[in-house]
């Protein structure tokens, strides 16, 4: 597989604090790679190091193999869509999506062709003659997104691009994100500090805090094998314990981690018990449960019961027997 960025050992710093610290990640031709991370923790300045809008104090950064120190924004294969984009308002959403087209030297019906094809790709080919201030914001957020891709670039960088958006229209509009990247064949990196959205939407994921990526890898394997708890935090409901405290304790130190999926909760002791408590909470999601048990020991352990299983709900005062393989244990680092 080849790169189409390749980040080498770059660091920016603004002031006294290190927003981007020595981050090395390749990002491959037609990949969707999502950032993920907790607010200022360097997504934003990240790709602003991509798109040229900042220069790193160290480090370089190459674009399909060239190196781009000191090309200019506008000289790079690559389109950025800003968590606070802005949309020209005395212009309708047809001539928003057309105006990069333009300075690009695009007329007639080449024009029309790319405007169509772009509001079509975000589903708002009904309303090219409205004005910005005629849209919801969910609508206009589509348009900044229709004017990025109108221009067909290599690499399409955006941040935060259904921040605006209800569930509904966000999750339609990760399938159509995801429909266009395979029909254009464009890499995008977006950025998000949505865990689910950068799980259902990517093909890596590269989680980042305080400035370094903690690690970068499949949603799969960040979700099955974090590099550490912080990851693992990350990434969904989980148990985390001291290996101390642990119930059965297959692990010398460090930190013990078990996703409350994997834990099997009854009201009647078995041979495979590994620990009992009583059902302190139980948070009730849909699906299923996320049941909380304060074991004998003074653990608390979060169990995932889901809700076809038959039996009445638990609720909390309850005596429970739990039991988990071995197997379902991953040590971790903090
Ligand atoms: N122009 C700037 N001048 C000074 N500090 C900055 C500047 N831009 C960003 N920072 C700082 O760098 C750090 C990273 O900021 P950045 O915008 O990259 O975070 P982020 O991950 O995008 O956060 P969010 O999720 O809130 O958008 C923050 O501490 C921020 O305050
Ligand atoms: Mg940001």
Redesign the pocket.
Known sequence: MTSVIRIAAVS?R??P?T??DDVTLDIRENEFLA?L????????????LIAGL?QPDSGAIFIGGDNMTGTPPYARPVNMMF?SYALFPHMTVADNVAFGLKQDGISGAALTARVKEALEGVELETLGTRKPDQLSGGQRQRVALARCLAKRPKVLLL??PMAALDKHLRERTQLELMALRARLGITFVV?T?DQSEAMAMADRVAV?EE?RILQVAPPRELYERPANARVARFFGDINLWDAAAAPRRPHPAGIVAIRPERIHMSRTPGSDTVCEGTVADVAYLGTASTCFVTTTTGLTVRVLVRSDEGAPPFTPGERVYLTWPASAMMALDP
């Open positions: 920016k603004f002031g604090s927003a981007v950032l991370g907790a607010s200022g923790c360097g997504k934003t300045t990240l790709l602003r900042e968590q941040d935060e950025v500090h980042m400035g």
